[in-house]
């Protein structure tokens, strides 16, 4: 199976600090590293590391041409990474002492692409192809329309979540993630909720399509037809969550893609993700298939 990623590709620059910023609070950063993400870009990279053969579209400035060269050393093909005249995209985070973060984004060249970009793409791609989508670039309702159309199997994670998801075909994904935020929400359920009710949930208004539902420290649920699934988390020191969910997804697809059931696709996506939390950075936090897959 091939994936094509069309995602954001991002600029990460990365705060370590005691804690998240508040309101007027001003906070001195113990590091700085300016490193490769996006989640587009992050997904791509699992995929690929994970051994799957993986192509990554979108649009960067001359800012960005690093990136390109980091995916590449991964074995991510960007022969549909386009460049353009303005900012790649950025992302402004922060990682507190227990390892958790805070985001904010700039959508710069995610925000540019163009249809005519996405048929010159998906010319390329057809039955037997997944596409693989996030929440971070524009034309995302087309991008499902005409992957479908051409018989490409597709999934969305739907993050960041916004209103503008209402509007996306999401039932006609064959498989979607969300967190238990991204879910409850979906759901039209109250914030914390039970898992197994969102699940439940998102199962009745999306019969056709497999959901995967991740909840941090209580691992993640799967539901499709009459099947459920939960995979607690696998413990580890976590050190930075960061590109966490990415890999859980790239790992996920790429054990489907080497014909494992969900089930065990979960275990080896959780056990990616537990490597990913015990290290920094986003990309150079992702482990490689040898230490996931045997």
Known sequence: MRFLTYGSTNIDLIFTVDHILKGGETLQSSSLVKSAGGKGANQSTALAKAGSEVYH??????????L????NRWGVDTRYLRSYDGATGQALIQVDREG?????????????ITVEEIEETLADFGRGDMLVLQNEIVHTAHLITRAKERGMRVCMNI???DPSV????LDRLDLLVVNEIEGAALARMEEGSPFP???ENLVARYPDTEILLTVGTDGSYYGFENLRIHQPIIEADVVDTTAA???YIGYYLSAIGRGYGPEEAMYRATKASSITVSRSGAMASIPFAKEVFT
């Open 197 to 199: 009710l969102i699940l």
């Open 100 to 112: 958790q973060n805070a985001i904010i984004l700039y959508g710069g060249g995610n925000k540019a």
């Open 166 to 169: 209402f509007t996306l075909p």
């Open 57 to 66: 579209a979108g649009k960067i400035g001359e800012d960005g041409a690093f």
């Open 68 to 71: 390109v060269e980091l995916l």
């Open 159 to 161: 993050a960041p979540f």
């Open 245 to 247: 969910g990415d890999t």
